[in-house]
C-alpha cells in the first residue's frame, strides 16, 4: 500500500461531503503532508516510545526516554538493545513496573521476529496491523491508529476514542457535550475515506481560540 495520500483532494472531498467542517477548514487554513510519511521507521522504536510516553507529561517522558536511550547505549530503541540491559537499570531510568513489562514484552516478541518492520507493515491493511500490534502488552488499538496516521500515512483513520477527536468534532457540530465514540464513528461516516485528515482537523479545532 502506498504511504500518504493526495491532501488537496482529500480536503476538497471533506469541504464537499462537510459543509460545517468545511468552514473550519477554511478557518484554520491547509494542512500539509506529514513528511514522516515517505520515511522508514523502526517499529519496535515507535513503539517502545509511546509505551514510554503513556500517562506522562511531554516533558516527563522525554527525560525517561533519553535516560533510557543512555542505559542501552543507542539513540534508537531497538529490541536487542533494550534486552541487554538489566531490570533494575531500566528502572533507575524512571520506567515504572508495568511498563518494564511492555517493553520486555516487546523486545521478546520482536526477537521471534513477531513485529513487522515499517516496509512489511506497508503492505498490511489497517486493521491487520491494529490486531498484530495490539498483541504487545501496553499497546492498545489508540497507539497503533496514531502509527497508522502519522507513520504510514494512512487516509481513513478516526481515533473514536481520542477525547480531543471528540472535542474537535463537539465544537464542529456546536453540541452541548462531545459525541460518544458510537456516535463520532456514525459522524465520521461522511469523512470516509479520508477520515484522518478530518482526524488532523479536529485536533486543530479542539485546540483553536474561541
Known amino acids: 500500500m502506498p504511504r500518504g495520500f493526495?491532501?488537496?483532494?482529500?480536503?476538497?472531498?471533506l469541504r464537499r461531503r462537510d459543509r460545517a467542517l468545511g468552514a473550519w477548514m477554511?478557518?484554520?487554513?491547509p494542512i500539509q503532508a506529514d513528511p514522516r510519511w515517505r520515511k522508514?521507521?523502526?517499529?519496535?522504536d515507535a513503539l517502545a516510545r509511546a509505551i514510554l510516553y503513556q500517562q506522562l507529561s511531554g516533558k516527563a517522558a522525554a527525560t525517561i526516554v533519553g535516560r533510557v536511550e543512555t542505559a542501552i547505549d543507542s539513540p534508537r530503541l531497538r529490541a536487542e538493545a533494550i534486552d541487554r540491559v538489566d531490570d533494575a537499570a531500566l528502572r533507575a531510568c524512571g520506567v515504572s513496573g508495568n511498563k518494564l513489562l511492555a517493553l520486555r514484552d516487546l523486545s521478546r516478541r520482536a526477537l521471534a521476529g513477531g513485529i513487522p518492520d515499517s516496509r512489511r507493515l506497508s503492505r498490511l491493511p489497517d486493521e491487520a496491523i491494529i490486531e498484530r500490534l495490539t498483541e504487545v502488552r501496553g499497546i492498545g488499538r489508540w497507539t497503533v491508529e496514531m502509527l497508522l496516521i502519522f507513520r504510514?500515512?494512512?487516509?481513513?483513520?478516526?481515533?473514536?476514542?481520542?477525547?480531543?477527536?471528540?472535542?474537535?468534532?463537539?465544537?464542529v457540530d456546536e453540541a452541548d457535550l462531545p459525541p460518544t465514540p458510537k456516535q463520532l464513528a456514525a459522524r465520521g461516516e461522511?469523512?470516509?475515506?479520508?477520515?484522518?485528515l478530518a482526524s488532523l482537523y479536529l485536533w486543530r479545532i479542539a485546540d483553536a481560540p474561541a
Open 6 to 13: 493526495d491532501v488537496e483532494s482529500a480536503a476538497h472531498h
Open 26 to 29: 477554511r478557518r484554520i487554513g
Open 40 to 44: 522508514p521507521f523502526d517499529t519496535v
Open 152 to 171: 504510514l500515512g494512512r487516509p481513513d483513520v478516526l481515533a473514536v476514542d481520542d477525547l480531543g477527536l471528540r472535542n474537535g468534532a463537539q465544537r
Open 190 to 196: 461522511a469523512w470516509g475515506p479520508y477520515r484522518s
